[in-house]
């Protein structure tokens, strides 16, 4: 890759617009300050939910838009703002209402998630970095569906404890309809530690109710207390080339990171490590390789930021050779300052909590024990691999893994195993 520029530290963004606002409401930042899950069964209506309340349509991967499902996380920012006149929550900056101008309370990142079952893992990656979640259910359609039951497991499983179920398409039933339908989800809820968590009517496609859904998240989803002071480390869920085919060597742009920021902050022209890193193969075995970069931008909120802290969804530019961060090839890996990431393990040894049934498929099966040889999917912090049970004792499980991953001692690892040609969720381990 031919020489790049570091790019010029940008100049101060303002954090809202000029709008006047009580003096004791704080003024928002560029950086959103919350990741929040959109998850469900395939064609509920979680990107259209998105598109109402960002403006952004995240389907944007080819497969995507031919096939009408999400393959890839979807990633788009929204701000919350209130009328203190109407008391009326809305995403714009003037209230529907009356128009006068809207207060900013909270500006958060929406991860719309793949509602359909083969792409669970990707599911399973974006609940690693999320701090709430929206599950969506649809009003005309019996609850719960399949995946609805897995997906609400898996938020379970990943220790997610804000949760709001959104009921969406209420505009295509009767009022009857839609009352049986929400006793449905009462009922499925019932059995859950989510049997109190809120149920919001909506209609995405009518823009019906969003302001209450807005309200419950403002009241119910709280930003978490973030660890600014501890050792950086960010998880990445894409990696890409964004240069365009035919651009001169001296105008490439390095290798682009995205994802969330767990701890600490990063800031312009840091040296940073990403690991488990690239795989390249010497002497016919494969072997991954940590990288050494320099950060030469960073975006959050859609603007280039000098530092990032942890909240939200965010992007860094870096010196990569693009080739080797494209096709969301470092999707998994942490990033951290050189010498002071988690520990690489080709090999792990996880204490395991099964669950007693298989969710997910049509007839629930009873979860057996681990056996010798199998195979399992398993995912920590961003990243999924595969592991190959050798020592399948329950508290002491031993996996050889396919893809290294990168953790500490403690991380938690959600297990899934192949059920008929699906791999369904059965349980999670805690890293020894």
Known sequence: MGKKKILEEPKKQPTTDNTPFPAHYKKISIQPELNLALVGHVDHGKTTLTERLSGKWTDTH??????????????????????????????????????????????????????????????????????????????????????????????QISGIKNVILVQNKIDLVSKEEALENYKEIRAFLSNTEYKDIPVIPISARANSNIDMLLKTIQEKIPTPNRHVDKEPLMLVARSFDVNKPGTKPQNLIGGVLGGTVKQGKFSLRQEIEIAPGYMVEEKNKKIWKTLKTTITQIFSGGSPVPEILPGGSMAISTTLDPNIVKSDSLTGSLVGLPGKLPPIHNQITIDTYLLERVVGAK???????????????LNVNSAATVGVVVDPSKKNTTCVLK?????????????SRRVGDRFRLIGYGILK
């Open 403 to 415: 893809k290294p991953i990168c953790a500490n001692p403690g991380d938690r690892i959600t297990i």
């Open 363 to 377: 007839e629930e099966t009873e979860v057996k024990p681990l056996a010798r040889a199998e195979v399992l999917m």
């Open 62 to 155: 080819s497969e995507e838009m031919k096939k009408g499902i999400t393959i890839r996380l979807g990633y788009a920012d929204f701000t919350i703002y209130k009328c203190d006149k109407c008391n009326f929550y809305t995403t714009k900056e003037k209230c529907l209402k009356c128009n006068s101008p809207a207060v900013p309370l909270r500006k958060i990142s929406l991860v719309d998630a793949p509602g359909h079952e083969s792409l669970m893992a990707t599911m399973l990656s974006g609940a690693a970095i999320v701090d709430g979640a929206l599950l969506l259910v649809a009003a005309n359609e019996k609850c719960p569906q399949p995946q609805t039951k897995e997906h609400l497991m898996a938020l």
